[in-house]
C-alpha cells in the first residue's frame, strides 16, 4: 500500500505488530463511502489507543487522493491506497454491483439520486477529471492481527452493504459510538 507522501508500506505492516481494522473503500468519490469514512472519522482515537486498535481505511486510486479525501470527510485516523487493487483482487473484493437484496448501510444517508450527482460533480470539479479508482470496484472491512490472525472479514456485496462501524469495533474491543445526532434518553 501507498501512504499519503507516495511511500510504500508492506500490507502486513499494518496488522502485524498490533489488532487492526482496514476498511477497503470503492472509489474516493463513491458517496456511500464518503459517508461511511465520514462515520469512521467519529471513533476517538482515545477508544482505539484503549483497546490497542489500529483503524485504517485503504482506497484504489493515487495516493495524491488521500489528503484531500481526508479534509472532506474529516477522518484523522491510517489512510493509504492500493493503486493496482492488488490486495483487492487477492481477498476475493468484487467488481460491479452484486445482490440489490441487501442490508442498507446505517451509516448512508444520501438517496442513490442525489449522492451520485455530487459524486459526479465532485470528479468534474476536481483538479483532475478523476474517478479515483474503478468505479466498479467493491469494498469489504477485516480484522487482522496482530502476525497473521483474520479476525473477521466482511465483503461488500453492493454500494450499499458497508457491515456496521459498531460491529467491527465491538469485535476488536473497542467502545462503540453513538452515531446518530439524537441526545441519548436515559430512562429514570
Not at 499519503?4 to 487492526?20: C, I, M, N, T
Request: charged content about 20%; proline content about 5%.
Amino acid at each position: 500500500v501507498v501512504d499519503a507522501d507516495g511511500r510504500s508500506v508492506p500490507f502486513q505492516d499494518l496488522y502485524g505488530e498490533r489488532k487492526a481494522i482496514v476498511v477497503f473503500v470503492r472509489n474516493f468519490l463513491c458517496y456511500t463511502c464518503k459517508e461511511y469514512v465520514e462515520d469512521l472519522a467519529k471513533v476517538p482515537k482515545a477508544f482505539l489507543q484503549e483497546a490497542n486498535v489500529r483503524l485504517i481505511v485503504i482506497g484504489q486510486s493515487s495516493y495524491h487522493h488521500i489528503k484531500p479525501f481526508c479534509s472532506l470527510t474529516g477522518y484523522t485516523h491510517e489512510m493509504y491506497v492500493d493503486p493496482q487493487r492488488e490486495i483487492y483482487k487477492t481477498l476475493g473484493m468484487k467488481r460491479g454491483e452484486g445482490s440489490k437484496v441487501s442490508v442498507r448501510s446505517p451509516h448512508v444517508k444520501s438517496n442513490t439520486l442525489l449522492g451520485s450527482i455530487r459524486s459526479t460533480w465532485r470528479a468534474m470539479t476536481g483538479p483532475a477529471f478523476d474517478f479515483q479508482g474503478d468505479p466498479a470496484q467493491q469494498g469489504g472491512a477485516l480484522i487482522l492481527g496482530p502476525g497473521n490472525e483474520v479476525h473477521f472479514l466482511h465483503l461488500d456485496k453492493n454500494r450499499l452493504d458497508h457491515v456496521p462501524i459498531n460491529t467491527v469495533l465491538q469485535l476488536s474491543g473497542v467502545k462503540t459510538v453513538n452515531f446518530t445526532n439524537k441526545p441519548q434518553i436515559i430512562d429514570i
